[in-house]
């Protein structure tokens, strides 16, 4: 995260009265691109709409404007351009679901024919589009060293064809094709993929991942991006009120959560090796994050599962310890309180199996 | 706004746009899907009542200044500009207040309380140091005003008559002015050219001082002096006593004539062990003014504990770290020579001390009695309706005792007696003092709602503990009376300032403009001026209410 001023909120508000112009962060900017411009058919509480805004905006910042976007089919691409309108005010192209890496892999070598170094390429899609229909797309961008920025906007199931089960859904979540039924309720735990890490495994200059709750966060892994050239590689998550069952309003707490609680990792990778991780500031056992979802709510009340919570937590404590996710005593907050809630999550791993 | 419809393509034949090369449909902006239509809520704007302000008893608006001062340079003339609208004495405040702000303020559940009280006395600080000068009186009304007490209530009330254009007189018994800032508080609390400086600026606004010169029958001095209306403002400077046990033989003191006697540059005659009965403030500046003239560790008695204590605790702590003893529990039960006979005391069921029957001598050349005040209220006599209970004057909502025209405030009137309270006092009875002149019926103002911590989203503020003030070392502090508190410096007051939450009030902190998914928050102005809604596009979500730290939006249903 990039560094500013001690200003009341330190460095976690979008922006602040009291920096300079050179200071401040893209979205704070009264004139920012607004990549997606409004009246777009996102729901109330999209974290998707405001994720591709925030990393599109510092894109075309970065760049100076020139950024051509590949979009793979989603819901970023439904709800921004239904005919005859568009909410894109940057030249974006879609071709199939699975295909947008291969696009956005054919603009960057339309350019580099051209002669044109200035003018940059984003491939971009849902979780949907990425770890499991454009996959082999993907990993030949990745593997070609096309130079290519694709972001995936993870919101862990197909939601707009009516929130199918993808291979970044979570262990335990409902879906409607992992219905809650069963000794195994929810979405099969040991399933799916890591995206981030199989990038890493290509050994890809430039690897991030980041959620909608840090956009400062999520504006400087863009800017980073743009410093490199060949693939890289940003997933962000993008938490859906539809499909995970969360109040609209909450959907920057949520994604909050899933950092806090350590579920969702958020680190930078470089030629395949994590160079820096993001602390957790204020630890939170995982049934903080997960009681606010629907999808959840068969592993609560009477008929509830603390066994699986328990599995769960146990995930979140092994990203923990493999991203080093909890800084060091005496670095923001933390202190005892954070070395008690630890242990307690070690025992209510302990508890029923 | 950034957003806007594209501009047309260049026109085609019979006039119609043509559409871009290659792309055989016309092209749209979403602009027109109007997506405000979906919401069944709107997000507003609020401002609330921090928590700060609420309990500021010389009302002032804490927030307010703090939010100016966090610009620093120059934004801490435009502070203590601010401040001084409701309070001229800053750099006193700044250190002999209390700061029941600090105490109530709502950072103390996220690590520790702005640091409000160096961060005003930084302020009252520097307009010293820089010759910041009151805003000029408007043109005279013609209106005259007798204040009878140079203390914080009369000046205060003063000052602020003063700026509404009337001619003020001020009278005082003592010599010189300050009242009970003078005369109580001892000058390592309050050196005594910071409180001339603050005095003599709003002096200069043009009112008539007269010390020496006692009130003895207000309603004479109202008659002869042809003033339109008055404020008694006269303190409590008369010490209560009790009857000490063959106390006539020991050297017995009030602690009000003490301080008195010591800002006044005498020498009190303590002999070397003082006992100092009592456990108010008064009784803690006794003991350690004791402590600095005779060299030795003066003994603290209080009859109830520690706890129950009504002086404040960082005045307790300071005094223990300068040597003062305490005896809690206990009584004076005699006096023989250079003797005290001390009672031990319990509390029983209803925290009320008991006697024991347990006993303990200890020695002592004077005892000094801080048993409390009360206020001479002789002035007062033969004025019609005035209200006495209690040993003091009963005041209406308007600061007004039951005679017509006469205004009184500060400890001679019900509520806690400190100088923030009499300052408080002096606005308030300024402003019905001013309506009553005027003919216009004045009320208090209502006071918005007080945002509570649970109402902000304090994951946007970074850790940021308290800066703490530097002490006079401890030696120095038994035998001077150099001030014991120091200021902090220009960085450290910066920091201070800006660790203020800004508890339900925007702080322009572009977190609503950041995270909308429908960029339906516009930044209509410059850095610090207040965002809207663009109502046609928000979609009534919510996301810009949960995250906004300080609590300053709400949502409103919608009609339907």
Known sequence: ????????????????????????????????????????????????????????????????????????????????????????????????????????????????????????????????????????????????????????????????????????????????????????????????????????????????????????????????????????????????????????????????????????????????????????????????????????????????????????????????????LLAQAGEDSGGDGRRDLLETLAASERGPQ | MSDHVPTDPPAGPHGHPAPPFAITLEVGSSLANQTGAWRTERPEYVRRLPPCSDACPAGEDVQRWLYEAESGGEGYERAWRSLVRENPFPAVMGRICYHPCESACNRCELDEAVGINSVERFLGDEAIARGWELPAPPAATGRRVLVVGAGPCGLSAAYHLALRGHHVTVRDSAQQAGGMMRYGIPAYRLPREVLDAEIQRILALGIELRCGEPVADLRHELREGGYDASLLAVGAHVSRNIEIPGGTAAHVIDAVTMLRGVASGEQPQLGRQVIVYGGGDTALDAARSARRLTGVNPVIIYRRTRERMPAHPEEVVQAEEEGIEFRWLSTIAAARDGHLRVERMRLDDDGIPQPTGEYEELDADSVILALGQSADLSPLAGLDGVRVSDGVVEVDERMMTGHAGVFAGGDMTPGERMAAVAIGHGRRAARHVDGWLRGIATSEPPRERVIGYDELNTWYYADAPKTVRPLLEDVRRQSTFEEVVHGLDEGSALYEARRCLSCGNCFSCDNCYGVCPDNAVLKPGPPGEPYAIDLDYCKGCGICVSECPCGAIEMVPEEI
């Not at chain 1, 679901?97 to 984003?122: E, H, M, S, Y």
């Not at chain 1, 961008?141 to 199931?157: H, K, Q, S």
């Not at chain 1, 938490?239 to 949520?254: D, H, M, Q, V, Y």
């Not at chain 1, 709510?297 to 509830?304: E, R, S, V």
């Open chain 1, 1 to 324: 995260m990039s560094s500013a001023p001690f200003y009341q909120t330190g460095t976690f508000a979008v922006g602040n009265r009291l920096l300079g112009p050179g200071e401040a962060s893209v979205q704070s900017d009264p004139g920012r691109s607004n990549a997606i411009t409004k009246g777009h058919r996102a729901c109330q509480g999209c974290g998707e709409a405001l994720g591709a805004r925030c990393a599109l905006d510092a894109a075309l910042a970065a760049t100076g404007g020139r950024v051509i976007a590949a979009n793979a089919t989603g819901c970023l691409e439904v709800f921004s351009t239904p005919f005859p309108e568009s909410s894109w005010r940057l030249p974006w192209i879609h071709s199939l679901f699975g295909n947008a890496p291969a696009v956005a892999t054919g603009i960057a070598a339309a350019l580099r024919a051209q002669g044109r170094t200035d003018v940059r390429v984003v491939g971009q899609g849902g979780d949907g589009g990425t770890l499991d229909i454009g996959l082999g797309c993907l990993s030949g961008m990745f593997e070609r060293g096309d130079d290519v920025l694709y972001i995936c906007y993870d919101n862990e199931a197909y939601m707009n064809t009516g929130v199918q089960r993808s291979a970044a859904t979570p262990p335990a979540a409902r879906t409607a094709t992992t219905e809650p039924v069963g000794g195994h309720p929810g979405n099969a735990f040991g399933q799916g993929k890591n995206l981030p890490l199989i990038a890493m495994a290509h050994e890809i200059p430039y690897v991030a991942t980041a959620t909608v709750a840090e956009l400062r966060d999520l504006e400087h892994k863009v800017t980073r991006a743009m410093d490199f050239r060949g693939p890289r590689y940003i997933h962000v998550l993008v938490p859906c009120p539809l499909g995970w069952g969360s109040e609209p309003a909450k959907t920057i707490e949520i994604a909050r959560l899933a950092k806090e609680t350590g579920l969702f990792p958020v680190f930078e990778a470089e030629e395949g090796c994590v160079v820096a991780s993001s602390p957790i500031r204020r630890l939170r056992p995982v049934e903080d994050y997960l009681r606010l979802q629907r999808r959840y709510a068969h592993l609560f009340g009477d008929d509830g599962r603390p066994d699986v919570i328990a599995r769960l937590q146990r995930l979140a404590n092994r990203n923990i310890e493999r991203f080093g």
